[in-house]
Protein backbone atom coordinates (compact mmCIF):
# COMPACT_ATOMS: atom_id res chain seq x y z
CA UNK A 1 0.00 0.00 0.00
CA UNK A 2 1.33 3.39 -0.93
CA UNK A 3 1.10 6.65 1.03
CA UNK A 4 1.39 10.40 -0.72
CA UNK A 5 2.03 13.07 1.31
CA UNK A 6 1.66 16.66 0.95
CA UNK A 7 3.63 19.45 1.90
CA UNK A 8 4.77 23.00 1.18
CA UNK A 9 7.32 24.08 3.79
CA UNK A 10 9.83 22.17 6.05
CA UNK A 11 8.47 19.40 6.09
CA UNK A 12 9.04 18.47 9.45
CA UNK A 13 5.63 16.49 9.71
CA UNK A 14 6.47 14.41 7.17
CA UNK A 15 9.92 14.01 8.40
CA UNK A 16 8.11 12.56 11.88
CA UNK A 17 5.83 9.82 9.72
CA UNK A 18 9.05 8.93 7.43
CA UNK A 19 11.16 8.05 10.70
CA UNK A 20 8.68 6.42 12.87
CA UNK A 21 7.63 4.07 10.10
CA UNK A 22 11.28 3.00 10.01
CA UNK A 23 11.97 3.03 13.79
CA UNK A 24 8.62 1.74 14.77
CA UNK A 25 9.03 -1.19 12.13
CA UNK A 26 4.87 -0.27 11.00
CA UNK A 27 5.78 0.24 7.18
CA UNK A 28 6.84 -3.15 6.88
CA UNK A 29 4.19 -4.40 9.52
CA UNK A 30 1.10 -2.85 7.82
CA UNK A 31 3.12 -3.49 4.21
CA UNK A 32 2.97 -0.08 2.82
CA UNK A 33 5.22 2.95 2.12
CA UNK A 34 5.80 6.46 1.59
CA UNK A 35 5.79 6.20 -2.03
CA UNK A 36 6.27 10.19 -3.20
CA UNK A 37 6.30 13.43 -1.62
CA UNK A 38 4.74 16.16 -3.46
CA UNK A 39 5.08 19.72 -2.86
CA UNK A 40 3.88 22.90 -4.30
CA UNK A 41 6.55 24.80 -3.56
CA UNK A 42 9.83 24.04 -5.39
CA UNK A 43 12.00 25.75 -2.40
CA UNK A 44 9.91 23.37 0.46
CA UNK A 45 12.56 22.16 2.87
CA UNK A 46 11.05 18.74 3.05
CA UNK A 47 11.90 17.73 -0.43
CA UNK A 48 15.96 17.37 0.54
CA UNK A 49 14.49 15.35 3.57
CA UNK A 50 12.52 13.41 1.63
CA UNK A 51 14.99 12.43 -1.20
CA UNK A 52 17.68 11.80 1.51
CA UNK A 53 15.43 9.21 2.48
CA UNK A 54 14.95 7.66 -0.97
CA UNK A 55 11.58 8.46 -1.55
CA UNK A 56 10.31 10.08 -4.61
CA UNK A 57 9.57 14.12 -5.04
CA UNK A 58 7.79 15.74 -6.92
CA UNK A 59 6.98 20.21 -7.42
CA UNK A 60 3.46 21.08 -8.72
CA UNK A 61 3.29 24.48 -8.82
CA UNK A 62 0.30 26.01 -7.59
CA UNK A 63 1.20 29.77 -9.79
CA UNK A 64 1.07 28.04 -12.78
CA UNK A 65 -2.13 26.95 -13.17
CA UNK A 66 -5.24 29.62 -13.64
CA UNK A 67 -7.66 28.19 -11.25
CA UNK A 68 -7.62 26.23 -7.98
CA UNK A 69 -9.94 23.73 -9.76
CA UNK A 70 -7.17 23.34 -12.55
CA UNK A 71 -4.17 22.84 -10.25
CA UNK A 72 -6.52 19.89 -7.89
CA UNK A 73 -6.94 18.67 -11.34
CA UNK A 74 -3.37 18.10 -11.58
CA UNK A 75 -2.52 17.05 -8.25
CA UNK A 76 -5.10 14.04 -8.21
CA UNK A 77 -3.05 13.29 -11.41
CA UNK A 78 0.29 13.27 -10.11
CA UNK A 79 -1.19 11.59 -7.09
CA UNK A 80 -3.29 8.85 -8.78
CA UNK A 81 0.17 7.47 -10.33
CA UNK A 82 1.36 6.47 -6.82
CA UNK A 83 -2.63 4.81 -6.36
CA UNK A 84 -2.47 5.43 -2.51
CA UNK A 85 -4.42 4.29 -0.15
CA UNK A 86 -3.46 7.47 1.65
CA UNK A 87 -2.86 10.89 0.95
CA UNK A 88 -1.65 12.63 4.06
CA UNK A 89 -1.38 16.26 4.35
CA UNK A 90 1.82 18.08 6.13
CA UNK A 91 1.89 21.20 6.51
CA UNK A 92 0.32 21.79 2.84
CA UNK A 93 -0.84 25.20 2.30
CA UNK A 94 -3.45 25.11 -0.22
CA UNK A 95 -6.96 25.44 0.23
CA UNK A 96 -8.24 21.98 -1.64
CA UNK A 97 -11.64 22.40 -4.17
CA UNK A 98 -14.57 19.91 -2.72
CA UNK A 99 -13.95 17.63 -6.32
CA UNK A 100 -10.27 16.66 -4.58
CA UNK A 101 -11.93 15.98 -1.51
CA UNK A 102 -14.57 13.57 -2.38
CA UNK A 103 -12.12 11.93 -5.21
CA UNK A 104 -9.92 10.88 -1.93
CA UNK A 105 -12.80 10.57 0.83
CA UNK A 106 -11.82 8.29 3.18
CA UNK A 107 -8.29 8.21 2.61
CA UNK A 108 -7.20 11.94 3.36
CA UNK A 109 -5.51 13.21 6.60
CA UNK A 110 -4.45 16.80 7.68
CA UNK A 111 -3.50 17.74 10.88
CA UNK A 112 -3.97 21.05 11.87
CA UNK A 113 -2.29 23.45 14.81
CA UNK A 114 -5.00 23.70 17.01
CA UNK A 115 -7.48 22.53 19.27
CA UNK A 116 -10.04 21.67 17.06
CA UNK A 117 -13.04 22.77 16.56
CA UNK A 118 -11.31 26.04 18.29
CA UNK A 119 -9.25 28.17 16.03
CA UNK A 120 -9.57 26.85 12.36
CA UNK A 121 -7.95 28.38 9.77
CA UNK A 122 -4.62 30.56 9.91
CA UNK A 123 -2.73 32.03 12.65
CA UNK A 124 -3.73 29.80 15.40
CA UNK A 125 -1.31 30.55 17.73
CA UNK A 126 -1.68 34.19 18.10
CA UNK A 127 -5.17 33.87 18.17
CA UNK A 128 -4.80 31.06 20.70
CA UNK A 129 -2.78 33.82 23.03
CA UNK A 130 -5.33 36.68 22.21
CA UNK A 131 -8.02 34.56 23.65
CA UNK A 132 -6.17 34.06 26.55
CA UNK A 133 -6.22 30.17 26.15
CA UNK A 134 -4.43 28.24 28.68
CA UNK A 135 -3.94 25.67 26.40
CA UNK A 136 -3.29 25.02 22.85
CA UNK A 137 -2.40 21.48 20.52
CA UNK A 138 -2.96 20.23 17.81
CA UNK A 139 -5.43 18.00 16.01
CA UNK A 140 -5.02 14.88 13.20
CA UNK A 141 -8.36 15.03 11.25
CA UNK A 142 -9.78 13.10 8.47
CA UNK A 143 -10.43 15.86 5.71
CA UNK A 144 -14.17 16.70 4.51
CA UNK A 145 -15.21 19.21 2.47
CA UNK A 146 -15.35 22.01 5.56
CA UNK A 147 -12.14 23.89 6.21
CA UNK A 148 -10.49 21.90 9.38
CA UNK A 149 -13.62 20.14 10.57
CA UNK A 150 -13.32 16.84 9.38
CA UNK A 151 -13.67 13.90 12.18
CA UNK A 152 -10.96 13.79 14.68
CA UNK A 153 -8.68 11.17 15.03
CA UNK A 154 -5.89 12.52 17.37
CA UNK A 155 -5.27 15.13 19.66
CA UNK A 156 -1.97 17.03 22.13
CA UNK A 157 -2.53 19.21 24.63
CA UNK A 158 0.24 21.76 25.73
CA UNK A 159 0.16 24.53 28.03
CA UNK A 160 0.45 28.28 26.79
CA UNK A 161 2.52 29.84 29.10
CA UNK A 162 2.88 33.38 30.85
CA UNK A 163 5.12 35.58 28.15
CA UNK A 164 4.24 33.31 25.24
CA UNK A 165 4.77 34.86 21.45
CA UNK A 166 3.18 32.81 18.62
CA UNK A 167 6.63 31.16 17.71
CA UNK A 168 7.17 29.99 21.33
CA UNK A 169 4.04 28.48 21.32
CA UNK A 170 3.95 26.68 18.10
CA UNK A 171 7.42 25.17 18.84
CA UNK A 172 5.67 23.59 21.79
CA UNK A 173 2.63 22.47 19.46
CA UNK A 174 4.86 21.28 16.67
CA UNK A 175 7.14 18.60 19.38
CA UNK A 176 3.42 17.29 19.48
CA UNK A 177 2.52 17.39 16.51
CA UNK A 178 5.80 14.99 15.27
CA UNK A 179 4.57 12.22 17.93
CA UNK A 180 0.67 12.47 17.03
CA UNK A 181 0.55 12.24 13.84
CA UNK A 182 2.54 9.21 13.07
CA UNK A 183 1.02 7.31 15.67
CA UNK A 184 -2.34 8.66 13.83
CA UNK A 185 -1.12 7.82 10.26
CA UNK A 186 -0.22 3.70 11.81
CA UNK A 187 -3.51 3.94 13.50
CA UNK A 188 -5.67 4.61 10.39
CA UNK A 189 -3.75 2.30 8.56
CA UNK A 190 -4.51 -0.75 10.87
CA UNK A 191 -8.00 0.02 10.51
CA UNK A 192 -8.51 0.15 7.08
CA UNK A 193 -6.86 -3.11 6.77
CA UNK A 194 -9.31 -4.35 9.15
C1 LIG B 1 2.51 22.46 11.24
O1 LIG B 1 2.37 23.22 12.40
C2 LIG B 1 1.17 22.07 10.70
O2 LIG B 1 0.26 21.72 11.68
C3 LIG B 1 0.78 23.36 10.03
O3 LIG B 1 1.95 23.81 9.40
C4 LIG B 1 3.07 23.32 10.10
C5 LIG B 1 3.89 22.52 9.13
O4 LIG B 1 5.11 22.13 9.66
N1 LIG B 1 -0.37 23.22 9.18
P1 LIG B 1 6.01 21.08 8.86
O5 LIG B 1 6.08 21.51 7.40
O6 LIG B 1 5.43 19.72 9.04
O7 LIG B 1 7.36 21.23 9.50
Redesign the pocket.
Known amino acids: KNIVIL??????????ILHAAEQERWAERLNVRVAAVISNKAD???LALAQSQGVATAVLDHKAFASREAFDAALMVQIDQFSPSLVV?????RILTPGFVAHYAGRLL????SLLPAFPGLNTHQRAIDAGCKFAG?TVHQVTADLDHGPILAQAVVPVLAGDTAAML?AR??TQ??LI?PRAVAQFLRTQNT
Do not use: C, R
Not at 10 to 16: D, K, V
Not at 110 to 113: C, G, L, R
Open positions: ISGSGSNMGAAQGLAGFMNIHPAAVLEHY
